[in-house]
Structure formats: structure tokens, C-alpha cells
């Protein structure tokens, strides 16, 4: 029996690797994160009002759906103000979040040796400038000073609190989130573009895509407007309405030993294994997930990508990786276009920022479309308002069961191909980046 250990892999939150075991010429790929991130063990014992700063290691949407729980939890309503601040620091974490797996996915095809003019190299179709990788992260870069501006910080944030935010923006604030949010619109449109020719327009990574496909799954959103989650069949129908307070009871976590990520799995049908992909109980999230529900978008360029993404690949629902890294460029269109509407002042003024609580419940839950996909809060107090119980369902355990199944599809076809490690290492990467 041999083992092929390939680490680390590139681009991931959590550091992770895989190992395949190779037995009798039959290969079994193990995608295993390799490092433990249990942060509600942290929280048990805290002031409940510390949690958003805490919750906010794991992502900033997690410090948002954090501050979302607490207002339940004290029974109290954020004036508009503080949403819209809420609202706008998240779409600069879509914008920031998407566009950096986007300058992932183009530097994998930019030339390596811009300044050199090799001969008899074989073309492998358009390359990326290394000018417009530069634009693509300054870009990021002011997504960045947007999100500093309404968090507080563009990572760790610490302005959304219980009832509302901390602090109202400063007078030369609004000027400049607002021309920011205008830069970020315009650019994004480049982005799309230049993602479109050099990727999806015959590339040699396009040919890579086309076998990278999962079996049909469930899929998790949030339901537009009612606060439920919705869980949606294989075909792209609905199935199940979730409220927030019952997110928890529907769903589960299930620990492999061979991984620190848990596996989520719907409790109805029950765990059944993390090897089928027909399995009624593995769903997966993020930015596929939400356009696989086949909806108009109210935004206008990042429909017309949409409507784009329907010609040349079929309608909706789609389980490609190319049709997974289509859905980044459709909603980075789409929070930038966001950004423009709520980064502006009469948005982002008003006479409060906050509302105190007067009373408290025994409980607080909220869930929250974040970029990386759905995920929800749970927590139990004593009667000081100390955390007695937490829970958390994050984006990477609802799709550790997609990520293991698109490990051992990328697998099996560089063995098919008989490709090196080092290949096979950057298929994988590939496979999972979108995700």
C-alpha cells in the first residue's frame, strides 16, 4: 500500500492537504483539514456581548450574523442606520471575497515569464497581463479600506455590537466610500470580461473544468425576504422551508477522524457516509447554491452575466466547477452594484446607530447569507447574560462533503491521465478554489 501526501494546498481558509492510498492499483483521496477551529469552546463563559468580536476569527460575516443573534437574544431592533452600515460593510466582503479567488484563478493562467518571448512554447490560449493581476488586487484594496471604514477593521471588525453599530461615520467618510463603491462597479466589469476571454472562451483550463462536475446535490440559501432557509432538491426545487430558529434541529455535524472539519448533514434522512454523492442527507452552499435557485437578479450587470452564464452553459441548476466560478463573477458584479446603492449618505446617516436593550430572552439565533455561503448562530445564557451554549454552522462544514467528492473526481482523472503530483496538486486546487 502507498501513500501520495499533497500539502499545502493553495487557497484555502484552513490549512489542508490530501492523502491518497493507493491499494492493489484502486486509489481512495482523503481531503483532510489539518487544523482543529473549534472557537465556540472559546465563548462558553464569556459576556454575551463579546461574542461578535470573538466569532469574528472565523470571517467577518460571522462577526455580523454574531451582532444578528445578539439582537435577538436582547430583544431589541437595529435602527436603519446601523442596518444599512451592516448591510454595506457585507458586500464589500462579497466584493473583497470573490475578487480574490478571481486573481487566484487568472494568475493560474498568466504567463510565468511576462518580460521573455520563449520559442517553440506551445500557446495555451489568452494569458493575463501581470498589469491587470496588479489592478485586480488595488481593487481589492479599496473593498478594503470600504470595509475598514464601516467595520471598524476590514478583518476582525468590531462595529456591529448588540441593538446596532459602535460609532457613526466621520464627515469625510461618505465621499469616499462612495467613490470607492464607483471604482469597484467600473472595475468589476473588467474583471468579468477579462475572466470571460482568457477562461471560459476555449482556454486549456476550460477543457480541466468540463470533467470537474459533481453528482446533483441538495443545495441551502436563504429564502429573499422571509429570514428561512430554503433547502432545495437535486433539480433545483424546493424542498424544505428552514426557520432560524429551528436551523439546528434540521441540521447536524458529524466528525470524521481522519479530518478536524466536521461534515453537515441533514438529521431527517440521517448520516448515512461521506463517500455518496447521492446521499440524501449532504447538501452543499455558497455562490452556486444561491443562482441554482434559477432567480432574476434585481442588479443589473450582474444579471446580464447571469443571462450569459444560461447561454453558454445551460439553464440553471448547473454542478460544474465552470459554472461555480461563473457564479463568483456574477455576484462580484453584484456587490459592487450593491455597494453603490448603500454607500452613499442618506443611506448611511440618520439620528441613531443604536437602540439599548431593555430586556433579554433565553436564547438568540440568526442565520446570514455570507460569501462563502449560509451560515447560523445559536446561543443559550444563564440569567447574567454569560454564554452557557453555543452553536455554530459554518460555510466549510456544509461543504466538506462537495470538497471530498471534487478531491477524488480530480483525482481520479489525473490518474487516468497519468499526470505527476505536482499536477495533480493544481487540479485539486482548482477544483476546490470556487468553493
Known amino acids: ?76 431592533e437595529p435602527p436603519p442606520l446601523a442596518v444599512n452600515m451592516r448591510q454595506a460593510f457585507l458586500q464589500t466582503q462579497f466584493f473583497r471575497h470573490h475578487a480574490r479567488k478571481l486573481f487566484f484563478l487568472l494568475a493560474s493562467v498568466a504567463s510565468p515569464f511576462p518580460d521573455y518571448s520563449l520559442r517553440q512554447t506551445p500557446t495555451m490560449g489568452p494569458t493575463v497581463p501581470n498589469q491587470f493581476l496588479d489592478e485586480v488586487m488595488r481593487c481589492v484594496a479599496l473593498a478594503q479600506e470600504a470595509a475598514a471604514i464601516l467595520g471598524g477593521r476590514a478583518d476582525h471588525p468590531m462595529s ?11 464627515e469625510p467618510h461618505y465621499p469616499r466610500l462612495s467613490e470607492i463603491a464607483e471604482q469597484c462597479v467600473k472595475f468589476a466589469s473588467r474583471l468579468a470580461a477579462m475572466v470571460r476571454e482568457t477562461v471560459f472562451r476555449g482556454s ?44 439546528f434541529e434540521t441540521i447536524g455535524l458529524h466528525e470524521e477522524a481522519w479530518s478536524y472539519e466536521p461534515f453537515a448533514f441533514l438529521k431527517k434522512p440521517g448520516w448515512e457516509t461521506s463517500d455518496a454523492e447521492n446521499s440524501g442527507s449532504l447538501y452543499f452552499v455558497g455562490p452556486l447554491a444561491r443562482l441554482n435557485r434559477g432567480e432574476e437578479l434585481p442588479s443589473s450587470l450582474a444579471e446580464q452575466e447571469r443571462q450569459l452564464l444560461i447561454e453558454t452553459l445551460g439553464p440553471f441548476p448547473h454542478f460544474s ?25 442618506d443611506k448611511l446617516t440618520g439620528p441613531a446607530i443604536r437602540n439599548l436593550p431593555s430586556e433579554r430572552a433565553d436564547s438568540g439565533y440568526a442565520s446570514l447569507e455570507s460569501p462563502e455561503g449560509f451560515i447560523s448562530h445559536r446561543y443559550r445564557t444563564d440569567d447574567r447574560a454569560m454564554i452557557e451554549e453555543i452553536e455554530i454552522l459554518d460555510a466549510a462544514a456544509e461543504n466538506n462533503a462537495l470538497r471530498c467528492f471534487l478531491v477524488r473526481k480530480a483525482v481520479e482523472a489525473s490518474f487516468e491521465r497519468n499526470l505527476g503530483p505536482e499536477e495533480t496538486k493544481r487540479r485539486i486546487e482548482i477544483s476546490l478554489l470556487p468553493f
Open 160 to 170: 456591529a455590537i448588540p441593538g446596532g453599530v459602535g460609532r457613526f461615520l466621520k
Open 1 to 76: 500500500m502507498e501513500t501520495i501526501t499533497l500539502e499545502p494546498l493553495r487557497w484555502l481558509e484552513q490549512p489542508a492537504r490530501v492523502r491518497i492510498v493507493e491499494n492493489n492499483g484502486h486509489q481512495r483521496a482523503y481531503f483532510q483539514v489539518t487544523s482543529p477551529r473549534d472557537v465556540g469552546e472559546m465563548a462558553k463563559g464569556r459576556p454575551a456581548e463579546e461574542l461578535p468580536r470573538v466569532l469574528g476569527i472565523l470571517s467577518p460575516s460571522h462577526h455580523l450574523v454574531s451582532a444578528m443573534a445578539l439582537d435577538r437574544l436582547f430583544k431589541v
Open 321 to 345: 466547477v465552470a459554472a461555480a466560478y461563473w457564479s463568483l463573477v456574477v455576484e462580484v458584479l453584484q456587490a459592487a452594484e450593491n455597494m453603490v446603492e448603500l454607500c452613499n449618505q
Open 204 to 247: 486549456a483550463l476550460m477543457d480541466d473544468f468540463k470533467e470537474l462536475r459533481l453528482h446533483p446535490m441538495r443545495s441551502l440559501t436563504m429564502a429573499n425576504g422571509s429570514g428561512n432557509a430554503v433547502l432545495r432538491d437535486p433539480e433545483g426545487k424546493e424542498a424544505e422551508q428552514i426557520a432560524p430558529e429551528a436551523v
